[in-house]
């Protein structure tokens, strides 16, 4: 089977996707409303699939279009899917609000800076380092590893329970993206389980937040402060 | 030498006796059962006979018993050293078995523990003590060490229902498993140098310690070991565990398990370094005389008998640990042979202590068990019900306030000697100082011993009883007194024949010091070490002495003159019947050392009027007064306050908050990052 | 096939558990047996791989060495324990009305229990270092439905919290996975694998800065599943929310199959960077961690969140134990992981059942159970000796070993050992003034328990099983102080020669 | 050991211990202007005592009925240990310097415990007062003991003898001593022999149940116990005209006797004085008076090395 792109052309469309899923993390960062978020992440879901499919594209091995598919699956379909059902059964609707405890003023330059450094991390073993075997996509790196970091950003200054799977799926990404970029995917076995998990995980966190609301009629988590010391 | 070699499995002798009286106890369960009491009492006396072949032998038993883990060996050696460790633990431990006998059936309730409990935790406690002097390798001692610890432990919660008793036991064992961690840590040093964890290693890599690593294990060694050995200010635990106990455990506790740890410092300080500076010597003199000096200062303003004798321990302790210092100065300085006298005096005493201060103990349980208190303050006129008890606590407090000829004084004569040696032999004004006020210090802690027990004795024992239960008291049982009169009579044995344990020290002193000081102490020879020092003291002389001017010249007036005139009368109190609340109390007693010491002691005192009607009308005056030993104010309250108000601070941290728990993950893995980039 | 039918026991008796929840005794019965038949199996695996050397399946999905079968004993013991202690736990939840759906939850519970224990198993056989992570994360959803088991509110928010910060963490250590993935890729083209047979074969020549990097990931990844300070806050939460006979479990192997996890990926880094970066990040945060443990059990007031911070500290020492290394640090370091699994297993158990007669684990209302409950009382003491690190339990047999690998190790390992001994004095004076406390002390009334909704005294018929699963425990962990046989020493042996020749190889 | 001169010392000591603390009387009385009594009212003192009628307290034990005894044996012994008129100690194998400390102390215990022993309270504050000011006492009398042991490297009492002209060290352990000697015979300004106040008193109070027999008995060992002392301090400072006990002969027994009995008066004129100079001090004020004694004797050991025997 011949590759339908080379490999350089599908470095550089990785290279963009990286780039463009920066963008959308940044641009999350910004959103207010759940609803917004949750397409973001289905964004994130769709240029994961470009990148994976580019990849695919340019080796045409099974193995390539295997994880492809599952990306598709869970990351565009699956995931926002399940947060969409969620958060449409909130039993209260102001929970719509994504919360932010840090103003948005000062977040957003913070996120920056999370992705500056991300750069600044991944440098030593970064660009010089990509070998004969994964794609010259020299921001690809840096870029999961600065999603990665605005992932758990986002959580840590989030108080909606479902902003903080949000932020989670978007780590999951970022890896997602790293792993596409630099290495073709991880083997298949390990790509399915982690598909696996990725799902289950986010479905008992939609089980344990249906509970909560239930419970706490709200799903703010600064609420769940009773367990300390 | 010897007409009789034991045989080198005799030592396994007393362990198996501990180990079937751990049985016995546990399996019997009944009260009275004296079975195994007699088992101990056994075990102690095999124990003392392996001893002393021990001493005897030229070469040192050795025994592996298992490995836990093939780099944790349980190995045990029997050397001079540890052999009379072995018989200072041994000798009183046949009276503490003897007087457990009657004791354990005599008291009960009381947060004591059942017999059967006290009876298996004795065993162990005695099996544990001889195998820590014993081990030979980092794992068995420090296993035995810490199972000795655990085990007294539980006999001094007893049966733990005692809020008091808990309190005790829980400062004692968590004091002494931290001071068992510096040890640990001294030992580890000690392993990372020799490369091996048994002591022969430690002891061929002796030279090998670089200068930082000696130093800190000599502070280890003193901060582990002295707190052990109850040196102020690492001794508030031994106040308040060795009273909580039964009596013949607090005996052994003070008499016997805290010379574990001198047994410790002599190990380590001897075998496992050589060349010791010159400071060592001066900071164990320096310990030994504050907690001389305090400890019998605290002794004297206590009530409670057990803790009176329990601060004496203290105070003893100083005084052993002024020995050794003087010894180990001795040998920095390369005085063998006056080193090898210091080590005997120290010995000595050592091994008196155990003997008089048990006694001591005994005779205060047996006060225990026959009025239920051990309140000065609720007892007096012992005398007349229970004048055994009386004849053997009033030799205890003659020779625990270091009187000739009792045992107390031949130790601390030695001492004096060795001191004064010491100071010719240094020949330099800073050590003559020192000297000067080590000596000094010693004279003033023996003639406030000496106050201390004319009050324990006096106000126990003599004039009017100030309780019903004093005046109701009967004589304890006949294996109490069996205990007790063994105890008075090695007390008398030893003042009068001290040879017998020089004789004994002889290869204890030529594997420490390479030299052996003997001084010969009898009817003939009085001069010790001619070269260096002269002094003399012979005991059967100066019995003989005070018979002939003191004793024989009244007996031969009442044979001339008869009983002497004289009537019996009431004592004269001004002209109303004495009571016995005139009688000068304890506190009293002590009140004139507690005004010229209190400096030292800084005795609190709380003095409220209540005048409801008006400033003139004075209705109640509350009056308190106490000794609240500035040190545990100072470093262990407020070491404790801290830990607690750092540890709510700390635990804020836990805030309940998902986000902030997030944000320090991420935070972490930045600053990792930022490590390992 | 001994493996396979390992790793099949389980899931055979996780279904029937789930389907059959009407009919109690069934399940019951069925759980007991699949945890022996669980234990047998694996012990049958412990001795054909200590006997045999490294056993793998026909597929070649799993690949079961010293180091794993260490961890497969560990977690059969302590998941069999756990199966017999659940059966009176959950039938006094059960009647006491704990369970929101009865019997139905007591079906989910042994579905649960099982499927939880069958992830463990599968973690540490799996051949392949993805699909270690794939396990790891596994077992946290798995048990995250347990810790969750009561749904109030305090149970659902350590469920949250254990289930997002570990995921979070987990998510950073597959980045580390991809990382190192990323390295063999580099150093051994398209044939590279994740397969641990193949990456510890060329282990010396992964990268070693992008090694690195990803022992960093590595480390705060599964750290955070092995409750390394700072990462450990969901620790307590999950621990003392969970039903006692998971809390055990969770606190005794679940923390140590994370540190498996770190251990493979130690080794690899130690072989591409030299043995001193992994080891020293591994000090830093064993140590850390036994400092953050002490203020916690200073001042905890429920004995539940007592014991878990107590794992905390013991996973810090055992972070200190693998890294020092060597030959002596690792074996010290795999003793006390048995050791600690045993004996907090054996102390959460009796904690449960404590918990359960007082109806409450406020240590504050905990009092003088050795007058209620002689048998509970006195095996809490001891298991809080032990945990302490006195003799004659293991505990302090292998804290000793510890300390002496590191003072015969590295300066580093030397200073660490030094602190974490200082630090372990103080813990113990916390841990025992606590435990005293619980043991002796005036019992409160048995209307004050009730009213709790305890039974403070129990016949004995009902603790039957409880018996058989704390007594063995308790001896064991009384045993293994007196003597650790010989085949066990022989394991960890294997295991150091395993993972430690890829250290010394990598002598650059 | 000489049982001749142990013989002759012991009754020497029995036979002028009354003596001196006549001459001391004597000499206080002088000192104060007045005539006072015979140099020999101690003698009838003492044999009134041990004629008249004893009365025990009905609250007494055997302690109390044997402390006279043991403290008499204890006193005398310590004294027969000190040299007097020879150069050289009675009895050397008996003990040393610090054995005579330790019968002191002996002697001590068992005053102060008789003195508990009737539940009498001025027994007892004078017990009480007697331990706490002698705990001060001992150590300073050891330091001196020290001070001069250090150069002459022995604790034996021959060997501690003095041997001519005092250098810088031995004029501070006098002063000391004489401190020690004020406290230990119970003369002002630490204690007034002569008063049973209360407020003051310290060794009259443990005497104060005693009567007859065993009070003659407890007086006559007090005197011997303040003439061993001044012979301890003629001894180690005076050292002139002493007797050799190589070669006793009549002669030199008579010289050593003659010198001895100089210096005892002598000492007992400077008692008397220092109690007619000085005033009693306030119960609580004498332990710093004590202190200086232990103070000076730290000094003097120090100027053993310092200043050079």
Same mark, same amino acid.
């Given at each position: 089977m011949s590759d339908l792109i080379s490999i350089s052309q599908a470095s550089t469309v990785i290279d963009v996707t990286a780039l463009g899923l920066l963008a959308l993390g940044l641009l999350s960062v910004l959103v207010k409303r759940l609803e917004a978020a949750i397409v973001l992440l289905a964004g994130q879901g769709i240029l994961l699939g470009v990148a994976s499919g580019a990849a695919a594209l340019s080796d045409m091995g099974w193995r390539s279009w295997a994880a492809f598919a599952v990306a598709v699956a869970v990351k565009v379909v699956a995931i926002p899917l399940i947060l969409w059902v969620v958060l449409g059964r909130l039993p209260v609707h102001h929970d719509h609000d994504v919360e932010s405890v840090v103003p948005v003023k000062l977040a957003f330059p913070m996120a920056i800076a999370l992705v500056a450094g991300a750069y600044w991390v991944i440098e030593p073993v970064g660009a010089a380092h990509i070998g004969p075997h994964g794609f010259d996509a020299p921001n690809a790196l840096p870029g999961a590893l600065g999603l990665l970091m605005i992932g758990i950003f986002l959580m840590a200054t989030r108080k909606r329970a479902l902003t903080q799977v949000i932020g989670l799926v978007t780590m999951e990404n970022a890896i997602f993206l790293a792993a596409v970029a630099a290495t073709h995917g991880l083997p298949l076995a390990v790509e399915f389980g982690i598909a696996m998990d990725v799902l289950t995980g986010v479905a008992l966190m939609a089980l344990v937040t249906h509970e909560i609301g239930r419970l706490l009629a709200t799903t703010d988590i600064d609420r769940l402060r009773t367990l300390r010391g | 030498m010897s007409a009789l070699d034991l045989p080198h499995s005799f030592l396994l002798v007393p362990f198996f006796c501990y180990a079937l009286a751990v049985v016995a106890a546990l399996a019997i369960r009944r009260p009275g059962g004296a079975l195994p009491s007699l088992l101990i009492v056994l075990g102690a006396l095999t124990g003392a006979l392996a001893a002393i072949d021990g001493l005897r032998q030229s070469e040192p038993i050795e025994a592996v018993a298992w490995a836990i883990i093939p780099a944790a060996e349980l190995s045990f050696r029997l050397d001079p050293l540890g052999a009379f460790f072995l018989l200072v633990i041994s000798v009183p431990a046949i009276a503490a078995g003897l007087y457990g006998i009657g004791y354990l059936n005599a008291a009960h309730g009381h947060g004591q523990p059942p017999r059967w409990a006290a009876d298996a935790l004795l065993g162990a406690f005695l099996a544990s003590m001889s195998l820590v002097v014993l081990a030979d390798s980092l794992i068995s001692f420090m296993v035995a060490w810490e199972l000795m610890s655990l085990v007294s432990f539980f006999l001094v919660i007893g049966d733990g229902h005692h809020a008091d008793s808990r309190r005790a036991g829980y400062v004692y064992i968590v004091m002494t498993h931290i001071s068992a961690g510096f040890l640990f840590l001294a030992f580890l040093l000690l392993l990372r140098n020799a490369g091996g964890a048994d002591f022969e290693a430690f002891r061929a890599a002796a030279?090998? $310690?670089?200068g930082l690593e000696r130093e800190a294990l000599f502070l280890l060694a003193l901060l582990g070991f002295g707190t052990k050995a109850g040196l102020i200010p690492l001794h508030v635990w031994l106040p308040r565990a060795h009273p909580a106990a039964p009596s013949h455990v607090s005996a052994l506790m003070s008499g016997v398990m805290v010379k574990t740890a001198i047994y410790g410092l002599l190990r380590v300080l001897w075998e496992f370094v050589d060349a010791p500076p010159q400071w060592w010597g001066w900071m164990l003199i320096v310990a030994g005389v504050v907690s001389a000096l305090l400890g019998i200062l605290y002794a004297l303003m206590e009530r409670d008998l057990k803790r009176i004798l329990a601060y004496s321990t203290v105070e003893h302790v100083g005084i052993i640990v002024i020995g050794l210092g003087a010894a180990l100065l001795l040998e920095s300085l390369g005085h063998a042979a006056i080193a090898a006298l210091a080590l005997v005096a120290t010995l000595v005493h050592l091994f008196n202590h155990s003997i008089f201060k048990s006694l001591l103990f005994l005779g205060a349980g047996a006060i225990q068990t026959a009025t239920g208190t051990r309140d000065l303050e609720r007892l007096g006129g012992l005398i007349r019900g229970m004048p055994r008890t009386a004849v053997w606590f009033i030799t205890g407090a003659l020779a625990i306030a270091a009187l000739p000829p009792l045992n107390g004084f031949v130790g601390e004569w030695l001492l004096f000697q060795s001191l004064l040696g010491l100071g010719t032999a240094a020949d330099a004004v800073g050590i003559a100082t020192l000297v000067a006020i080590a000596g000094g210090s010693l004279a003033l802690t023996a003639a406030l011993a000496l106050a201390c027990f004319v009050r324990a004795a006096g106000v126990g024992f003599l004039a009017q009883p100030r309780s019903d239960a004093a005046r109701d008291s009967r004589e304890v049982g006949r294996s109490m007194h069996a205990g007790m009169g063994l105890l008075a009579l090695a007390t008398l044995g030893l003042g009068l024949f001290p040879v017998v344990l020089f004789e004994a020290l002889e290869p204890v002193t030529r594997s420490l010091a390479g030299a052996t000081a003997r001084p010969s102490l009898g009817l003939g020879g009085h001069v010790l070490n001619p070269d260096e020092l002269a002094g003399s003291y012979a005991p059967v002389l100066v019995v003989v002495g005070l018979v002939a001017l003191g004793i024989v010249p009244w007996l031969v007036a009442r044979l001339l003159t008869g009983e002497g005139r004289s009537r019996v009368s009431p004592t004269w109190v001004c002209g109303v019947d004495l009571e016995p609340r005139m009688q000068y109390s304890a506190t009293a007693f002590a009140k004139p050392i507690r005004l010229i010491f209190a400096a030292l002691i800084r005795p609190q005192r709380v003095i409220e009027f209540k005048r409801p009607v008006s400033d003139f009308f004075v209705s109640e005056v509350r009056y308190e007064e106490g000794v609240h030993p500035i040190y545990e104010r100072h470093l262990y309250q407020r070491a404790v306050g801290l830990l607690t108000v750092a540890s709510h601070r700390v635990s804020r $941290?836990? *805030?309940? *908050?998902i986000r902030a728990y997030l944000a320090y993950v991420f935070v972490t893995l930045v600053v990792v990052l930022l490590i390992a980039r | 096939m001994l493996l396979l039918a390992l790793l099949i026991a389980p899931l055979l008796v996780a279904i029937p558990c789930r389907l059959l929840y009407r009919r109690q005794p069934l399940i019951e019965r069925l759980n007991v047996a699949g945890a022996l038949l669980t234990a047998l199996l694996a012990g049958a695996v412990v001795v054909d791989v200590a006997s045999n050397g490294p056993q793998d399946d026909p597929i070649g999905l799993f690949y079961v060495d010293a180091l794993s079968a260490v961890l497969i004993g560990t977690v059969a013991t302590v998941g069999l324990a756990a199966a017999l202690v659940s059966v009176g736990y959950l039938r006094r939840d059960l009647r006491a009305g704990h369970l929101l759906d009865g019997r139905k939850d007591l079906g989910w519970y042994y579905f649960g229990f099982h499927i939880f224990i069958w992830t463990m198993l599968a973690t540490v056989s799996v051949a392949n270092l993805g699909l270690l992570w794939v396990g790891i994360e596994a077992t946290t959803l798995a048990s995250a439905l347990l810790v969750g088991f009561y749904r109030t509110k305090a149970a659902l928010e350590a469920a949250w919290k254990y289930i997002i910060l570990c995921t979070v963490g987990i998510t950073f250590a597959l980045f580390g996975v991809l990382l190192t993935y990323y390295a063999a890729v580099q150093a051994s083209g398209d044939g590279a694998s994740l397969e641990w047979t193949a990456l510890s074969a060329n282990a010396a020549l992964l990268d070693p800065a992008l090694m690195k990097l990803a022992f960093v990931f590595i480390l705060i990844g599964f750290g955070t599943k092995a409750g390394f300070a700072p990462l450990h806050t969901w620790l307590a939460d999950a621990h003392s929310q969970a039903p006692s006979p998971i809390s055990g479990v969770l606190s005794g192997v679940l923390l140590a199959c994370a540190l498996y996890a770190i251990l493979r990926f130690q080794a690899l880094t130690a072989a591409a960077t030299g043995t001193d970066f992994a080891s020293n990040l591994l000090l830093a945060f064993g140590v850390f961690s036994v400092a953050v443990a002490l203020p916690f059990i200073v001042i905890q007031r429920d004995l539940k969140r007592l014991l878990a911070y107590s794992s905390v500290e013991h996973i810090g020492l055992m972070a200190v134990a693998f890294g020092i290394g060597g030959p002596l640090g690792m074996a010290a370091g795999l003793l006390h992981l048995v050791n600690h699994a045993l004996t907090k297993a054996l102390l959460f158990f009796v904690a449960g059942d404590i918990a359960q007669r007082f109806g409450t684990r406020r240590i504050s209302a905990l009092r003088g159970v050795v007058r209620i409950a002689p048998l509970a009382g006195w095996l809490l003491l001891a298991g809080i000796l032990a945990i302490a690190g006195m003799p004659p339990f293991s505990i302090f047999v292998s804290e000793i070993a510890i300390a002496s690998a590191g003072f015969a190790g590295s300066r580093e390992a030397l200073i660490a050992s030094a602190l974490v001994v200082v630090l372990l004095g103080l813990i113990f004076a916390g841990l025992l003034a606590q435990g005293l406390r619980v043991v002796y002390g005036a019992p409160p009334a048995e209307d004050v328990a009730a009213s709790h909704g305890g039974s403070p005294r129990r016949v004995w018929r009902e603790d039957l099983l409880w018996i058989a699963a704390v007594a063995p425990l308790a001896l064991a962990v009384l045993l293994l102080g007196l003597h650790v046989p010989g085949p066990v020493t022989d394991l960890f042996d294997d295991v150091s020669a395993t993972l430690q020749p890829l250290a010394t190889t990598a002598s650059r | 050991m000489d049982p001749l001169l142990l013989a002759i010392q012991i009754s020497l000591v029995i036979l002028f211990a009354p003596l001196a603390q006549g001459i001391i009387k004597t000499s206080k009385a002088r000192w104060q202007n007045r005539r006072g009594p015979s140099i020999f009212q101690p003698y009838f003192d003492l044999l009134k005592w041990l004629g008249r009628e004893s009365v025990v307290s009905d609250q007494a034990s055997w302690v109390f009925r044997l402390a006279p005894y043991i403290y008499g044996g204890a006193i005398l012994l310590a004294a027969a240990l000190v040299p007097t008129f020879a150069r050289g100690s009675a009895a050397p194998g008996f003990g040393d310097a610090i054995v005579f400390v330790g019968l002191f102390a002996l002697a001590r215990f068992w005053l102060a415990l008789a003195a508990l022993d009737t539940g009498s309270n001025f027994g007892g504050m004078g017990s009480s007062r007697e331990v706490a000011f002698a705990a001060l006492v001992e150590p300073a009398l050891l330091l001196v003991i020290f001070a001069v042991a250090l150069p002459a490297g022995s604790t034996s009492l021959t060997a501690l003898v003095g041997s001519g002209w005092p250098g810088a060290s031995e004029i501070v352990a006098f002063l000391a001593l004489m401190i020690v000697a004020i406290a230990e015979t119970g003369r002002i300004p630490v204690d007034n022999p002569d008063t049973h106040l209360e407020l003051t008193m310290i060794h009259e109070g443990m005497l104060l149940e005693y009567s007859g027999r065993p009070l003659g008995v407890l007086h006559w060992a007090s005197q011997i116990k303040q003439l061993a002392i001044l012979s301890l301090i003629a001894a180690l400072f005076l050292p002139w005209g002493l007797a050799d006990p190589a070669s006793l002969g009549v002669a030199g027994i008579a010289l050593g006797v003659a010198t001895w009995g100089v210096k005892i008066a002598a000492l007992g004129l400077l008692l008397g004085m220092i109690e007619t100079a000085f005033a009693k001090l306030r119960i609580f004020r004498a332990p710093d008076l004590i202190g200086v004694a232990s103070v000076l004797g730290v000094l003097a050991v120090m100027a053993t090395f310092v200043v050079g025997p």
């Open positions: - | 030279g090998a $310690l670089s $941290l836990q *805030s309940g *908050s | - | -």
